[in-house]
């Protein structure tokens, strides 16, 4: 069966210094990788999918990249965080490119101090 | 893309069926409806989809008015571990991920 990990779980960072987001898929090939984000009490924002290793798309304009050095892996990083980038950070997968049914991990809760 | 407009919070004493609304006027011919729930601090979770049939799997069932304006997600015996936000979703079959959009959901409180 296919599974998804994201890790740190939590995270504590101070403004200015980086950040390394990191989500396996298991138990698959090639699947659809996205990051969202979610900030306290509102819904999820899309910030980058992936269909296959190397190929990266941002949604929105930010403070943050992400890259897919392996086929079932996905990282969300920044080089300097801003307070803004406090947020639950979740990482999803689907195996189809219409993203009709995602799976999401737990997430990673970060607060920039 | 289709709008849902959801109520913010309903609740549901635990053993009773949770009927959880929502409203779509304007959707699509090739938009289906999905239902995704999020536990809190927890990443979202698939629930159910469909077009215009009623669909039923082990977590639910979605009840879709003919004119596919609204739809009422049905869990038949609530528990406390349904507590959760309710996120209903119309977008194409195979359209973009940008489409999935979450909006502010409803918060089921299932009650003791």
């Known amino acids: 069966s296919q599974t998804i990990h994201q890790w740190p779980a939590t995270l504590v960072q101070p403004v200015g210094s980086p950040l390394s987001l990191e989500c396996t898929v298991e138990?698959?090939?090639?699947?659809?990788l996205y990051w969202y984000r979610q900030a306290a009490g509102r819904g999820l924002q899309l910030l980058f999918y992936s269909v296959g290793i190397g190929q990266i798309s941002s949604e929105v304009p930010q403070n943050l990249s992400a890259s897919r050095p392996q086929d079932r892996q996905f990282i969300l990083s920044s080089k300097k965080l801003l307070l803004s980038d406090s947020g639950f950070y979740l990482c999803?997968?689907?195996?189809?490119?219409?993203?009709?049914?995602?799976?999401f991990g737990a997430g990673s809760r970060l607060t920039v101090l | 893309d289709a709008k849902t407009t959801q109520p913010t919070s309903m609740d549901c004493a635990e053993g009773r069926a949770a009927n959880l609304p929502c409203n779509h006027s304007t959707i699509s011919g090739n938009e289906y409806v999905y239902w995704y729930r999020q536990i809190h601090s927890q990443g979202p979770q698939y629930i159910i989809h469909g077009l215009k049939n009623n669909e039923t799997n082990e977590m639910a069932s979605l009840i879709i008015t003919e004119d596919r304006k609204s739809s009422t997600l049905i869990l038949p015996h609530a528990t406390l571990r349904d507590t959760a936000v309710y996120y209903c979703?119309?977008?194409?079959?195979?359209?973009?991920?940008?489409?999935?959009?979450f909006g502010s959901g409803t918060q089921l409180t299932v009650l003791p």
């Open positions: 979703i119309v977008r194409p079959w195979g359209g973009s991920a940008r489409q999935l959009t």
């Open positions: 138990g698959t090939s090639n699947p659809n």
């Open positions: 999803a997968w689907t195996a189809d490119s219409g993203a009709n049914v995602l799976t």
